[in-house]
């Protein structure tokens, strides 16, 4: 199985979907593919996913989170950005690796940390996901009890906030409440392939500024 799993070739912006995996056969095949990977996995209730993501995808995802990083930077709060970070919860039957993720209000909880450990520790308070070729699964964060989640459908972007366990879709950003999100990060992301990556971070900063 898992020597079939590592000779498979997944074209890029395709996802490969596999039936009834258990929980410990999903972990030996974390082990055994490695981080070191250009791949996505994500596993929900005995389904496992295998996605390559496009290179729009990629850029979008590189784009958005620095764009978060400088928002955080901004309005000077503490941020421990995770990345592509594999998160799972036996009891929840569910593992996920978002495209970016950040522990904000509860950074301080996980600050400094080599390994995140769901039993204990919370999960990351934002994630993010570039839906350019796959469609986001509700369920595995939910079931992870991640607050809030942004989707990026390749034009405009979607914020869900978790509320009594399940996702609502939102105008406006639970941890950015007083801006206007939904709107400000297609623009620049959209600004980032016009003028370049580093002077839309400068113009982003300044917008953000004007909001303070």
């Not at 934002?126 to 595995?140: K, V």
């Amino acid at each position: 199985m898992l020597l079939a799993l590592k000779q498979l070739i997944v074209p890029v912006g395709h996802q490969l979907l596999i039936k009834n995996i258990s929980w410990p056969e999903y972990k030996n095949i974390l082990a055994e593919l490695g981080e070191n990977r250009s791949f996505r996995v994500s596993y929900s209730q005995g389904v496992l996913e295998i996605m390559s993501p496009l290179p729009e995808h990629e850029v979008a995802k590189v784009i958005i989170g620095d764009l978060v990083k400088a928002l955080l930077e901004e309005l000077d709060m503490e941020f421990w950005s995770l990345g592509s970070t594999t998160f799972d919860q036996e009891i929840m039957d569910a593992g996920v690796e978002p495209d970016d993720c950040f522990y904000i209000q509860n950074e301080a909880a996980v600050r400094g940390k080599d390994r995140i450990d769901l039993t204990i520790d919370p999960p990351p308070d934002l994630a993010i996901e570039i839906d350019i070729t796959s469609r986001t699964r509700f369920n595995n964060y939910e079931l992870l009890g991640v607050p809030e989640l942004w989707r990026w459908y390749g034009t405009k972007l979607e914020i869900n906030v978790l509320v009594d366990g399940k996702y609502v879709k939102s105008p406006n950003s639970a941890i950015f409440s007083n801006l206007p999100i939904v709107q400000v990060i297609p623009e620049y992301l959209t600004r980032s392939k016009i003028d370049g990556r580093n002077a839309t971070m400068k113009a982003f900063r300044a917008w953000v500024r004007g909001q303070i």
